[in-house]
């Protein structure tokens, strides 16, 4: 991996970014209806919407109007949430840590629970115990996410009473300090389960494949031959599977996200998940193209950061 | 279903409610605790006067208060003003504020406040306000701290029924003067004169209140802490009740209800308010200028072909009732007994559409033969709008109408597209709209049926009715105060539409609460519900 | 494919959706949009899978959910399938500035996030079927046109090209008679994958509001299905379990289909 590399691919990242810009002006400005009351609400009457149009430049050309909106992207400006009387950004980032929080836990969970169970699967290959983790995995993705969610609810929170139904905390205490942390991790729990459950099947697949490929090489074959102990043969196994590996967790960052919003509906959890909802309820459309503009910029930066570790892992692998 | 014994419930409530301080047998309040309360939706912020949005009105409206409450009846009791005067037939109310009102922060309430909020706020950005009184209003006068005379150009009759929180809450003058409304941070941490104080709003997940000690009812509120929590699934509402973390609930799904009704850890009470819009009616509107639909037999039809105890039954699940009359049954002293509303009648339906030119051929839809405006052989097919979210009421229409060979095809709109298309260009033929009627005829009622009332504005006349005695009627009730008076014009006009159908009024939607029985004192009919609510724990 | 078990499953498993799609109309008990029992009636030997809320039966329903559903995934495959092809066999053939291009333009595609792009357009423009069509046939051909554009490379090099050239057959004739044949394969892989993340697309949009009221796809009943769940399971039991074996189904049939390309070998991502 050369510095040149990188830099081209930074540099791919700006169209990528552009594109996206473009196609959040178009859906604005094509949707039917008067583009005023996408961004300023129903409720207003003849003076407000003059205001809010001359505002917005929404008299002006088209092409003008898109120099202005893409400049203000740029500076971060994403505009004003009429919902919530605040600009688009500070809605925005105030959600970011709750979802990270999720997100994280649930990839963590699922790709370390994903490699154990994967490793698992390949020492046991072709037999019945591989078989039923594969599936198990493989219906625990198929399963959509909401139902999944909602059974876990019914069966580990009001079931059994070990976890809290909904929240990110317990409404009747305000905690501070680990006591606060611990609130937080328990109703963590159910949320991250579920979301990590549907991602867990891709990660447990291809351990599974990059473990029985790598074991099935001749320099696995040599170390066994010179006595290694196969838990040795397999850990380094494991380290040459990885790799496709973190090509992988990482372009599904996208997906998880989506995960991430039906999970946070049924648990309640007070995330970005919750905001799009909410703004597409309301018809926020500032909130919901911010929330679309921080969707993808997300997933081209997961690609370029994934593309960068995997060629800084493998010297083998080069790029035109 | 268990209605007396809420009515009971509600009685003694009422009862214990009259004195707060003296202990009566039923509930015997208890002070202190916390009440966890379920909101549908993040409000966004928390101005209940420049917006009518249910989401911020039911997060808020315990932080203020209006000049005047109302009580279950729906009649005005006092709130800020402590007694009332109409003058000049109705044309002009002198109230008399309270002594001793402070804000949360401190600074003393006046009329000043009061005079504010009407003219910088609510005619301003309040929409029922300013669709109501806006045009009619002469001006606000406040010639001590403690008196506010509200002057009209003629007498003004539902004034009282649009004075409490949900209508017009009061805000802080010394907090808004000299700034946008809708952009104050205090939007986000608001300052009111209602029983809890706002202690933190952590967006999307909860707003926390606190009791006011310097609250003017001398007594309440009993709780400490008021915290509402954003739980948007209405699923993980009923779960999050049963599993203790919530108390009180304000609308309970149809398929639950009735395992809630029997498990006696909680209780329930139905009401036809909410702080979004109260007294609705579910009301399916016929486009007046479509040819297919200016024969007034086809639209009585369409009337008798809808069962509409099946729409109760299968999409309300028996919450609410049918709708007896235009004007909701919960407006007592306007609401119409008798009328000769068209009942389901599959039969005569199809006589009146055979009488009407629609006649039954070869296929199952009929097909105009001599209808006029519309040329021979047409398809009887007609369009129906509605919300995403009520979905259900398309496809029973679609299945009753298509018993008496009517070819409907729904058409789901997003309610911001829904409102232009049906208010502005009146492109549909039939949709269905929750119209709420609010607390007065006049406040939700004439703009059904008022020919000024014909768009753009969304949620006005989707039929495009004029009827000239109708307007006159109106325009009568609105400028008579005594409610004995105004009965019988109201009277006449649910009789003259009734005749006409430029609606099918179908059913009344209330809502369920619900809420822990160990807590108790709640006042479903009102904003202010936890005023002088408890929890024994 | 059928050696293995998870083969053989994935396979019936998907022809048997596709029957019951095409087969919907004689297969389903009842018409789907006629009450025709009590609502929310528990599963009994006139209705297997009981009723729902509005009195029809659930076995109906979910029968002709399959029939939208799968339309739904194979119009979305159509478009997809047609630009993903045609843009990566191009790529893959002629190389050079039109391949650059082409690559720079199905990156740029394959980062657009598929289900938040479905709520923009659908918040703003309204619910419909047409609409998710295009919108996610749009947006899913990436992955398409990156295999056949690898399969292609892979295939041009063969003799058998040279030769069919050599012949003085066109380039259109040597790509679309010699080239796309080998690459289908490996396009089906994807294909399927892509299937199966559709429908839970579909179910998810459905879940939160954004599906198509006029139309009974399984994310439709699913959703509708969701308010029950605690006093009638079986309205969300099914719609549910139908979506859960379709998916389940495409995936069984993507790895086994390249399990049988490439034993073994790493898939395309």
Redesign the interface.
């Known amino acids: 991996m050369t510095p040149r590399y990188v830099l081209r691919r930074l540099v791919?990242v700006v169209?990528?970014v552009a594109?996206?810009v473009l196609?959040?002006f178009l859906?604005?400005h094509t949707?039917?209806?008067?583009p005023v009351?996408?961004l300023a609400g129903?409720?207003g009457?003849a003076a407000y919407y003059a205001f809010i149009r001359a505002k917005f430049g929404l008299d002006r050309p088209l092409p003008e109007q898109l120099v202005v909106y893409v400049t203000r992207v740029a500076r971060g400006d994403l505009g004003?949430?009429?919902?919530?009387?605040?600009p688009v950004a500070v809605?925005i980032a105030?959600?970011v840590p709750?979802t990270l929080l999720l997100i994280v836990t649930a990839l963590a969970l699922s790709t370390t629970v994903g490699v154990a169970l994967g490793v698992l699967a390949a020492r046991r290959a072709g037999r019945p115990a591989d078989?039923a983790l594969?599936?198990g995995a493989?219906?625990a993705?198929?399963?959509?996410?909401?139902?999944l969610a909602?059974m876990a609810?019914?069966a580990f929170?009001?079931g059994t009473?070990w976890f809290?139904?909904?929240?990110?905390?317990?409404?009747?205490r305000?905690l501070i300090g680990w006591r606060y942390a611990l609130d937080v991790a328990h109703h963590l729990v159910l949320p991250a389960l579920v979301l990590a459950a549907g991602e867990l099947?891709l990660t447990t697949?291809l351990t599974r494949?990059?473990v029985?490929?790598a074991l099935?090489t001749d320099y696995a074959r040599t170390a066994r031959a010179k006595g290694l102990p196969e838990r040795a043969v397999v850990r380094h196994a494991l380290r040459n599977a990885l790799l496709?590996l973190v090509?992988?967790v990482g372009?599904r960052a996208?997906l998880v996200?989506?995960g991430a919003?039906?999970v946070e509906?049924?648990?309640?959890w007070?995330?970005l998940g919750?905001?799009?909802?909410?703004s597409?309820?309301?018809?926020?459309?500032p909130v919901?193209?911010g929330?679309?503009l921080l969707?993808?910029t997300t997933?081209?930066v997961a690609?370029l950061v994934t593309d960068l570790a995997y060629a800084w892992l493998d010297p083998r692998i080069r790029y035109e | 279903m268990h209605r007396g014994y809420d009515g009971i419930a509600l009685v003694a409530l009422f009862l214990a409610l009259a004195s707060p301080t003296s202990a009566r047998a039923q509930e015997v309040p208890t002070r202190g605790g916390t009440l966890v309360v379920a909101i549908s939706a993040d409000p966004g912020h928390l101005n209940p006067a420049i917006t009518t949005s249910g989401a911020t009105h039911t997060a808020a409206e315990l932080i203020y208060n209006g000049l005047l409450g109302r009580d279950e009846r729906g009649d005005p009791v006092p709130d800020l003003a402590e007694s009332w005067t109409v003058e000049q037939a109705g044309a002009v109310y002198r109230f008399r504020l309270r002594d001793g009102v402070t804000w949360h922060d401190g600074t003393r309430f006046t009329a000043a406040d009061v005079k504010f909020t009407f003219e910088e706020v609510l005619l301003k950005f309040h929409a029922r306000t300013k669709a109501s009184m806006g045009s009619v209003l002469t001006g606000i006068d406040t010639p001590d701290d403690r008196t506010v005379v509200i002057r009209f150009k003629q007498p003004y009759a539902p004034l009282l029924q649009q004075l409490d929180a949900t209508e017009a809450p009061i805000v802080a003058r010394h907090v808004y003067q000299g700034s946008d409304p809708q952009t104050n941070p205090a939007n986000a941490s608001p300052i009111g004169t209602g029983p809890f104080k706002f202690v933190a709003y952590r967006k999307g997940a909860e707003i926390r209140l606190a009791r006011n000690p310097g609250y003017f009812k001398r007594g309440l509120p009993y709780l400490d802490e008021i915290v509402m929590r954003i739980i948007p699934d209405s699923g993980t509402q009923v779960l999050a009740l049963e599993n203790g973390e919530v108390d009180f609930l304000w609308g309970v799904p149809g398929p639950q209800q009735s395992r809630l009704q029997a498990d006696n850890r909680f209780r329930m009470a139905q009401t036809s308010y909410h702080p979004g819009g109260s007294n609705c009616i579910m009301t399916v509107s016929f486009n007046l200028d479509r040819p297919v639909l200016k024969d007034v037999r086809v639209r009585r039809a369409i009337a008798l072909a809808l069962d509409r105890e099946a729409f109760l039954r299968q999409i309300l699940f028996g919450e609410g009732k049918v709708a007896t009359a235009p004007i909701s049954s919960e407006i007592t002293w306007a609401h119409a007994r008798g009328l000769a509303l068209p009942g389901f009648d599959r039969p005569e339906a199809e006589r009146q559409l055979e009488v009407a030119g629609w006649k039954k051929e070869r296929e199952s839809t009929r097909v105009a033969r001599g209808v006029a405006g519309v040329a021979d052989g047409t398809r009887l097919a007609i369009d129906f709008l509605h919300f995403p979210t009520f979905a259900k009421y398309g496809e029973l229409m679609r299945q009753h109408l298509s018993a008496v060979g009517i070819d409907v095809t729904q058409r789901p709109l997003e309610p911001a597209v829904f409102a232009p298309t049906v208010f502005k260009d009146r492109a549909f033929d039939t949709n269905v709209i929750s119209y709420c009627n609010g607390p007065d005829p006049e406040i939700g009622v004439r703009r059904m049926y008022h020919s000024s009332q014909i768009g753009p504005a969304p949620f006005t006349n989707a039929a495009g009715y004029r009827n000239e005695r109708v307007d006159v009627l109106f325009d009568q009730g609105a400028r008579t105060v005594e409610r004995d008076r105004r009965t019988p014009i109201y009277r006449q006009i649910q009789e003259i539409v009734v005749q006409e159908l430029p609606y099918v009024w179908l059913v009344e939607t209330p809502t369920t609460r619900a809420w822990s029985a160990q807590c108790g004192g709640f006042r479903a009919w009102t904003g202010l519900f936890a005023e002088a609510a408890f929890c024994k724990r | 494919m059928l050696r293995t078990p998870a083969g053989a499953i994935g396979l019936v498993l998907t022809l048997a959706l596709v029957a019951l799609a095409l087969l919907a109309d004689a297969l389903a008990p009842a018409d789907p949009f006629a009450s025709v029992a009590p609502p929310l009636a528990p599963p009994s030997r006139a209705h297997a899978f009981g009723t729902d809320d509005l009195g029809r039966d659930v076995l109906a329903g979910i029968i002709h959910g399959t029939r939208t559903s799968l339309l739904v995934v194979a119009s979305v495959i159509a478009l997809a399938a047609i630009i993903g092809v045609a843009v990566g066999a191009v790529s893959g053939y002629w190389t050079g500035a039109v391949d650059d291009v082409l690559m720079r333009m199905t990156d740029f595609v394959l980062v657009v996030p598929r289900f938040f792009l479905a709520v923009v357009v659908i918040a703003l423009f309204g619910a419909g079927t047409d609409r998710l069509i295009l919108v996610l046939g749009l947006t899913s051909w990436p992955a398409i046109a990156r295999v056949v554009r690898a399969q292609t490379l892979s295939l041009v090099r063969r003799e058998f090209v040279d030769a069919a050239r050599a012949l003085g057959a066109t380039d259109t004739r040597v790509l679309v008679r010699y080239v796309l044949p080998g690459a289908l394969p490996a396009a089906l892989v994807v294909i399927s994958l892509n299937a199966a993340s559709v429908i839970l697309l579909e179910a998810g949009l459905s879940f939160i509001g954004l599906g198509d009221p006029a139309r009974m796809s399984w994310g439709y009943l699913a959703n509708n299905a969701q308010r029950f769940l605690r006093v009638a399971w079986w309205v969300a039991l099914f719609p549910g379990a139908a979506i859960a074996l379709a998916v389940l189904g495409l995936n069984l049939l993507g790895d086994a289909l390249s399990e049988m390309l490439e034993p073994r070998a790493p898939r395309p991502t």
Do not use: C, K, Y
């Open positions: 791919q169209p990528a594109g996206i196609i959040a859906a604005i949707a039917p209806g008067d009351l996408a129903e409720h009457d004003l949430s009429f919902v919530h009387g605040r809605v105030e959600r709750t078989l594969r599936t493989l219906l993705h198929a399963m959509p996410s909401f139902w909602q609810a019914i929170a009001l009473g809290p139904v909904q929240g990110l905390t317990d409404a009747r305000s099947a697949r494949t990059g029985l490929e099935a496709p090509t992988v372009s996208g996200v989506t919003v039906l509906t049924v648990f309640a007070p995330g919750q905001l799009l909802l909410s597409i309820q309301t018809r926020d459309v919901l193209l929330l679309f969707a993808s997933v081209i690609n």
